[in-house]
C-alpha cells in the first residue's frame, strides 16, 4: 500500500515537472468560431470560401463560441487567437485587421472595397402578415431608424430614407431570430415604443434559421435574419434589409499584425496554416 | 516499522488538510474574483434602474426570479409534500408503490437539466403550446425539485419521533388529523429549509431555462410572456453583452452569490432547529 | 370517508413523479427517434463527424460521447481524492469551533450557479493553461479542472455523512488496538462507509456528465477527439446548448437524440448507484 503511495506522488511530481518545464514557446493559431448555423458564420463561410454552399470546410480544432461576443471575450484572453465578430461586437480590448489592406468601416463597405459583411434583413411571411409588423419595418427602414442603425455602429443601407410618423396602431408584436441583431433590434425597439406607445414588442433571439422557421409557423411575425434570405426562404418571405454588418476579423491586442490577406485568413480557417510564423 | 508508520500517517495527514486547502482556496477563489470585481462595478442603476439598451439592468430579472421562484414552489412544494407524508405515513414499508416512486425520484434527481430544457421545450413549449413563457419555465423547472423536496422532506417527517403520533392516537385524533396537525407542524423547520434549498436552485438553473423560459429582456406583463431570470441574465450578459456585459454578468454574479449564501444560511438555521427540538 | 380520500390524494401525489419521469422519457426518445431512423443509430452513435448544414449533413456523435467520458473522468481524477480526503477532514480533523463554516462554506460551494464556475473558468483557467502549458487553454483539462470543483460537494456530503454514520466503536476499536488516527480512519473507516462514498462519487459523475453552461465556456467545443488533456473537447451537453436554439428538422431531432443518449447515461449511472445500494444493505445484514 505505502509503495503504491509513494509511487504515485513521484508519478504525479514527475509528471507536473514535465509539462510545466515543457514550457510553452509554440505560436500555433487559436482559431476561434460560431456554432453551425450561425448567421453570422453562415455569412462568414461564405465570403471567405470555407464553405462551397454544400461541405463547410472549417479547421476541424477550431474553438467553437456560441454568440458574437464570447468570440471577443476569448479573444481577448487568448494572445494567440483570430476570430471574426460583428462589427457592433468589436471593442478597444481587441484588435480589427485589415483584410488586403482594406480597414473595416462603414465607408468601405458602401463603396465595396471591404468585401466580409451582410445584412441584417427583417422579414414577414410574403401572404398574411400584419399591419403592425408591416409598420414596424417601415420604421427600420425610415430616416428615424436608419439613424439609430448608425449610432448602433453598424451601416446604414438606406441614405435617403422617408421619414416615419406614427401609425397610432396598437398591439403585440413578437419578433425572433439572430442574437447577433440583438444589440441594434432592442434600441430600434425602445425608439419605435416611443412612437407607438400601444404596441408591446417581444424579441427573442434564437437564431436566424430558427427565427425564419418560427416566423413561417406563425410563432413570430417578424424574422430577423443576420444573413440574406436563400433562395427558397425568398419565395415565402418578404425581406427588408435595415442595416449592413462588416464582419471584422479581430485577434489580441499584443498580436503584432495589423493586416492579413483575404487567402490566408481561407488559409487560417482552414486549418492549413497552424502558426502565427507562417502568417504574412 | 514505527517509524515508518509514522512516516505514512504523516502523509496522509498532509493529504487530509491539502485537500481541505483545496477546497478552501478554490471557494475563496471564486468568490473572491466575481466580488471583487462585482464591487467594482457596482452600481445602483444596473441593479435597481430601468431596463434599456444603453442601461442593461437587471431589475426586471430580479421580478422575474421572484415570480418564477413563487409559481414553481406553488406547484412544486404542495405536491412533494403530500407525497412525502404517502411516502413515510401512508404506504406499507417496502410496498411496490414506495419502490417505483423512489425510483422515479432518484431517475429525476439524476436528470441533467439540460435533458428537462430539451423536455419543457418540446412537451410545455410545443406540445402544450406555451411556447417560451414563464409558465413554461416554471413547469419545467417544478418536475426538477420534485425529488429535492420530497427526500428532504421524507427526512424530517422521519425525524419526528414515534411517539409525538402514538400520543396523537392515543387521544383518539385521526389519522389525517394526526399528520396536519402533528407530524407536519413537528418537521417542519425540516421541510421548510428544504424550500428553501430548492429556492437557490431556482435561482442558479440556467440550462433548463434558457429553452422554455426563454430570454428576452422585459419586465413580464403575463404567464404567457418569456423574460429571463438572474442567472440567464447573466449568461446572456457574457454572450451578448458587449463590454458592458461584463460589468453586468460581475455584478450578477454578485448579486446571485449573496442571495444563495443568505438562503444556506437561513436554511441551516431553521433545519438546525429540527434536531435541537427533538432531542430533550 | 375523508381519510380514504385524503389517502388517494396523496398518492396520486406520489404518483406524480412517475408520470413525470414517464413523460420525459416518451418526449425525448419519440423526439429522438426520426433522427435514429434517417440516420440509423450506429452511424449516429459511431460517426465522427458532426455536420450539420452540409449537403448531405451529418451527425455523428462519437466524438461527443468520448469528450463526455474524458471530461467527467478529469473531474473524478481531481474531485474524487479531494472531495474524500475532505471529507475525512471534516468528519475527523475539522475542529467543532471551524465546523459550523466549513460546512456553510461547502453548501456555498453546491449553490453558487453553473454559470459562475464557467465565466470564472473562462477568465482566469482558460488564460492560465494556455500561458503556461500547451494549446490554447480551452480543454478537457480546463473543463476537468472547472467539473472538479463542481463535484466536489456532492462527494463531500454525501462521504462525510457515511463517515459519520459508521458505528464509533470500529473507529476506537482501531485506536485501542494501536494504529495511529490516520490508520484508523484509512483501513477501518473508510472501508466500513465505501458503499456511501461510493455513492457520492456516482453521484458526482452523474453532476459531470450533465453539466452544461461551466463546460460549453470552458471546454472549446471543437468536435474531435482529444489526443492530449490540452486539446479542445466537446461534450454531449455542449453540443445541445450550443446547437438547439439554431436546430430544425432533422438537425433539431439529432439534438433532442444527443439528450437521449445523455439520458441513457445517467439511467445507466443509477443502475450502477442501485447496485452500490443493494450491496450495502445485504453488507449490512
Known sequence: MEKILYFVFAAGVSLFFNVSCGGNVNNEITVISREESSGTRGAFDELIKISDGKINMLFREAIIVSSTDEAAFKTEVDKRAIAYTSIGSVTGKIKTLAVDGVEANEENVKRGAYKIFRPFVAGVPGSGSSPLARDFISYLVSRQGQKIVVTAGYIAPNDEASVYSASGLAGKLTLSGSTSVEKIMERLKEEYVKFNPDVKVEINYTGSTAGIKDCLSGKSNIVMSSRAFKADEKEKLEGYAFALDAIAVIVNKNNPIDEISSEMVTKIFKGEIRSWSDVK | ?280 | MKEKIAEYFFLICSLISIGAVALICFFIFRGAYPAVQTVGLWPFLTGGLWKPTDIPPLFGIFNMIVGSVYVTAGACLIGVPVGVFTAVYMAKYCPQKIYAGMSQLVSLLAGIPSIIYGFFGMMLIVPFIADNFSGNGNSVLAASIVLGVMVLPTIIKVSEVSLKAVPKTYYEGALALGATKEQSIFFVLIPAAKSGILTGIVLGIGRAIGETMAVVMVAGNANILPETIFKSVRTLTANIVLEMGYASGTHFDAIVATGAVLFVFILLLNLVLGVINKGSKTAGT
Not at chain 2, 412533494?80 to 431517475?107: D, H, N
Not at chain 2, 428537462?116 to 406540445?127: H, W
Open chain 2, 1 to 280: 516499522m514505527a517509524s515508518r508508520k509514522n512516516v505514512f500517517s504523516i502523509i496522509l495527514k498532509v493529504f487530509v488538510y491539502l485537500a481541505m486547502g483545496v477546497t478552501v482556496l478554490s471557494l475563496a477563489g471564486i468568490l473572491s474574483y466575481i466580488l471583487v470585481n462585482g464591487v467594482k462595478t457596482f452600481k445602483w442603476s444596473l441593479i435597481f434602474g430601468k431596463f434599456s439598451s444603453q442601461n442593461p439592468s437587471m431589475s426586471f430579472a430580479i421580478v422575474t426570479t421572484c415570480v418564477t421562484i413563487f409559481l414553481t414552489l406553488l406547484m412544486a412544494a404542495p405536491l412533494s409534500v403530500f407525497c412525502a407524508v404517502y411516502l413515510t405515513e401512508y404506504a406499507k414499508r417496502g410496498s411496490k408503490i414506495v419502490r417505483y416512486v423512489r425510483l422515479a425520484t432518484e431517475t429525476l434527481a439524476g436528470i441533467p437539466s439540460i435533458v428537462f430544457g430539451l423536455f419543457g421545450a418540446i412537451f410545455f413549449g410545443t406540445v402544450l403550446g406555451f411556447g417560451y413563457s414563464i409558465l413554461t419555465g416554471c413547469f419545467t423547472v417544478a418536475i426538477m425539485l420534485l425529488p429535492v423536496i420530497i427526500r428532504q422532506t421524507e427526512e424530517a417527517i422521519k425525524a419526528v419521533p414515534d411517539l409525538y403520533r402514538e400520543g396523537s392516537y392515543g387521544l383518539g385524533a385521526s389519522k389525517l388529523r394526526t399528520v396536519f396537525k402533528i407530524v407536519v407542524p413537528s418537521a417542519a423547520p425540516g421541510i421548510v429549509s428544504a424550500i428553501i434549498l430548492s429556492m437557490g436552485r431556482i435561482i442558479g438553473e440556467t440550462a433548463a431555462l434558457i429553452f422554455t423560459l426563454g430570454s428576452v429582456a422585459q419586465l413580464p406583463g403575463s404567464l404567457l410572456d418569456s423574460s429571463r431570470t438572474l442567472a440567464v441574465h447573466m449568461y446572456i450578459a457574457t454572450r451578448d453583452g458587449g463590454a458592458a456585459g461584463r460589468e453586468v454578468a460581475f455584478l450578477t454574479g454578485t448579486v446571485l452569490v449573496f442571495i444563495i449564501f443568505l438562503m444556506n444560511v437561513a436554511a441551516s438555521y431553521i433545519g438546525g432547529k429540527v434536531g435541537k427540538d427533538f432531542e430533550n
